[in-house]
């Protein structure tokens, strides 16, 4: 779990959330192991320098992300079995959002633990953020029950499955408005401005169409590549932020389906062309 946090906590852009993301997009598709070179080279298409692509991967190496691994007398890298269920998890949540309707349940997580174990409080908490679930009180969170699964997770890897009942409910009963509640459980502008970022950095390259052909630098291209992995890389915490509430609960000008919507044209347009990139890099 350490390692979807820090994960998480990776700034978009930077050379350490790209290289992240061309391994969890990659490495695991070329057998779970990729040179050393190879993956320098990847990075390389994307501006990276070699000797800044050897420190992120020594720091991803310390997250327990991937581990060195020679084959055949090559120096590479394999993913670690921790990282593969992350990895895995995460293409859920990146390739496949869950968007609730209005007939979905709701799970609520209520839990109370004592001052000793303060620190997994904060984790616990933090976990849950994390993930996408809102704070209706201190000791009380809520959250699509699709995402049950994986609060069950987070609470047994804390040990705290004892301190915390688990509630699988239909739709809250509030005082007020479902938007007003709404907004007080979850940062919802927050969220809609990580869609508005998207946006803006990648609505330019959207044009409206299906898979490339032969624009934006052509097939297999590198500029395909690089705008592929940053695509992903801006994108891929957003699915988690966001719960995926129905429209009652959420602001009439909410941008969270445009981002969506504009997600998979680009990775429509880009997906092939960049694992073809990729492939050729490999084989060179």
């Known amino acids: 779990m350490s390692a979807v946090l820090d994960d998480m906590d990776s700034r978009p852009g930077s050379t350490t959330s790209l290289l992240r993301t061309v391994i969890g997009l990659y490495l695991r598709d070329a057998g779970g192991w990729m040179s050393t ?3 320098i080279a990847l990075m390389e298409a994307l501006g990276v320098a070699a000797a800044v692509s050897r ?3 020594s720091r991803l190496k310390k997250k327990d992300i991937v581990l060195p691994q020679s084959r055949h007398g090559v120096a590479g890298f394999a993913v670690t079995e921790g990282a593969a269920a ?5 293409d859920r949540r990146i390739f496949n959002p869950h968007l609730m309707s209005p007939a979905d349940r709701w799970c609520l997580v209520s839990f109370s633990i004592p001052e000793t174990e303060r620190e997994k409080r904060h984790q616990l908490r933090r976990r849950l953020h994390w993930i996408g679930c809102g704070t209706v009180a201190a000791g009380l969170w809520i959250c699509p029950d699709s995402l ?5 997770e987070i609470l047994a890897d804390l040990e705290l499955r004892g301190m915390a009942t688990v509630f699988v409910t239909d739709t809250p009963l509030v005082g007020g408005g479902l938007r007003d509640a709404a907004s007080a459980w979850w940062d919802l502008e927050a969220v809609a401005e990580l869609h508005r970022d998207f946006i803006r950095h990648h609505g330019s390259e959207d044009d409206g169409g299906g898979p490339v052909n032969g624009s934006h630098g052509g097939p297999a291209s590198a500029e395909t590549f690089a705008r592929y992995v940053r695509c992903i890389d801006r994108w891929r915490i957003i699915p988690y932020l966001d719960p995926g509430l129905p429209a009652e609960f959420l602001p009439e000008d909410w941008p969270g389906m445009a981002g969506i919507a504009l997600f998979e044209r ?8 960049s694992a073809d990139f990729v492939r050729r890099t490999l084989e060179t």
Not at 86 to 90: D, E, N, P
Not at 148 to 152: K, P, S
Not at 266 to 273: I, K, T, V
């Open 55 to 57: 420190t992120a991967l």
């Open 86 to 90: 992350m990895l895995a998890r995460g």
């Open 37 to 39: 070179r190879h993956i």
């Open 266 to 273: 680009l990775g429509a347009a880009y997906s092939r062309p």
């Open 148 to 152: 049950r699964e994986e609060v069950e």
